[in-house]
Each structure stands twice: as C-alpha cells, then as structure tokens.
C-alpha cells in the first residue's frame, strides 16, 4: 500500500488543551497531506472544542473524560483514513515529523513509533521507567524496543482496529498496541523525534503513574509471553528448592517441608506461565 494513493488522518485525543491545540491543528494543515484531523474531547472543561473546529478540525465529545486510551479508540473507530497519525495535543510533538512516519510507512512497516530522543522525558523518573519498560519489551519481543510508551505513531488503520478491544481506556494504550503488534507479527519500525515541553497541564499523577509502572510491566508480559515471565521465576525457585535439599540432606539426613513448598511454588509459576501463554494465544486466534 504505497501513502501517496490512500488517505491519511490525524487524531488527536485532547482534554483541556486549549492553550495549544489551535496552533497544533494549524500547523498539521500547513503540511497539505492529510485528509482529515479528528479531535476527540475528552470531557473538556475549557474551551478546547470550540478552538479547535475554529482551526478546521472534526470534533468528537466524549460527555466526560473517559481516559486518553477511550479517545484514541473512539478516533481509531471514526477515523476514514488507511493510515492514521496518533499525536499529543499539547504541543509536545511536531507535526513536521509526521512525513518522516509515513515515509516507513510507504516502505511497508505497519507501525512505526516516534521514539523520543535523550532530553525528551518529562522527568528523570519517567525516563528511567520507559527505559526498564524498553529493556523488558526487548527481552520479552525479541526485537529492539526504541521508545514503548510514545504516543506519537502512525499506523495501518486496519491493522490497528484489530486490537482495539485490548487496548485500556487510561494512559497505556501506547504500550499495549505496541506489544500486540509484535504478537501478531505486524512489521514495527522507529522514527527518532525530540518531543517538547508540553503547554498547559499534565494530566499525569505521581503516585497513579507509581501503580500504573507495575501494570505496565505484567501487561507487557500478558501481551506477549507470559511463560517468559514466570519461567525465570519458576527456575529459581527449583534451584533454591535444590540447594536447601541438598543442603538438609548433607546436615540432617532428610527432606524437609521447605523444600516441598519451594518445589511445589517452582511448579505452581511454572504451570500458571503455561495456562497464561494459551490464553495470550487465543486472545490473537483470527477471527
């Protein structure tokens, strides 16, 4: 599917940004290839609706705020382009980059990321967090993971849709899609950018962004191979369970209970990995 004969769209999930997203707009129309800008308002309070049909964007309500994963199904949904752009709408992200997306989109990637550049977190504890996130997706994925979390992609639109009843309806949407790509065997490539400071807001909480660092890293191992997750786990445990025994046998001549509980839980991880991987395989069976 070569980019120049199909259409292309842009959404841009926004709750109260209205301090950028009128400039945002304007600037994805001065590129003269896109076909449609989807705005969802997430239940905004101010006046981000308003500034951005003013701007000559398409907007769709969300009653009340519904989470960013929400708006960006309710875009993929109503989206008419075969290739869709997701970006922030708060300024973060440069609209100048989207050709250099498409561009490996031409090239027959399915989805390709905009992986943020060294400077471009929001914070030193964010980025140390994407990062483990990257090193864990890589080891889980077995293909090199750039930027896991980044909001800025394009993708094919029909290759999207068929994920979206995985994707959750907070901030992880970026990650779930990702690894389902890769569990699907869709082609994933990266663009690098350097994201900005963003205008207005975040929508980020500290102690919310603590609880969602431990989701994220089961729900990557779900999406994925869950068995890649618990085997290590379970391994450690037999050898621990080994060397107790080895040890209780040398000094009392005996098997003890520790050992049976530490060779019991070693099988239990093992078994829960095994159910887990079936499950992870018929969440991606074909329709």
């Given amino acids: 599917m070569s980019v120049k004969n199909v259409k292309i769209s842009v959404v841009l999930p926004a709750k109260n940004e209205e301090g950028a997203i009128g400039e945002t707009i304007l600037r994805i129309k001065a590129l003269e290839i896109i076909d449609q800008i989807l705005v969802v308002n997430d239940g905004s309070e101010d006046q981000t609706r308003q ?15 519904k989470g960013n994963g929400a708006a960006i199904k309710t875009g993929a949904r109503n989206a008419c382009g075969d290739v869709i752009i997701f970006m922030d709408a708060d300024g973060q992200h440069d609209p100048q980059d989207i050709p250099r997306l498409l561009v490996k989109i031409n090239e027959g990637y399915d989805l390709v990321v905009g992986a943020r550049q060294s400077g471009s977190q929001a914070s030193v504890g ?27 992609r394009a993708v094919r639109a029909e290759n999207f849709r068929e994920f979206i009843y995985l ?23 990266y663009v690098p950018i350097h994201a900005a400071k963003r205008i207005g807001k975040s929508h980020i909480h500290p102690m919310k962004d603590s609880i969602r660092f431990f989701l994220i890293i089961f729900k990557i191992a779900t999406l994925y191979s869950p068995l890649k997750m618990f085997l290590p786990f379970s391994v450690l445990l037999f050898l621990l369970a080994t060397s107790w025994y080895g040890y209780t046998l040398y000094e009392f ?27 992870t395989a018929l969440m991606y069976k074909e329709k």
Avoid: C, W
């Fill in 253 to 279: 001549k005996r098997f003890t209970n520790m050992s049976a509980l530490l060779y019991t839980g070693s099988i239990m991880i093992f078994l829960m990995g095994l159910i887990s991987e079936q499950i």
């Fill in 51 to 65: 500034i951005a049909l003013n701007a000559g964007a398409e907007v769709i309500d969300h009653p009340y705020s």
């Fill in 167 to 189: 994707l959750p309806n907070g901030f992880s949407y970026p990650t779930t899609s990702t690894m389902a790509f890769f569990r699907a065997g869709y082609s994933v490539t």
């Fill in 126 to 152: 964010r980025g140390i967090a994407n990062k483990l996130y990257n090193n864990l997706a890589t080891y889980m994925s077995e293909h090199h993971v750039e930027d896991l979390t980044s909001g800025f």
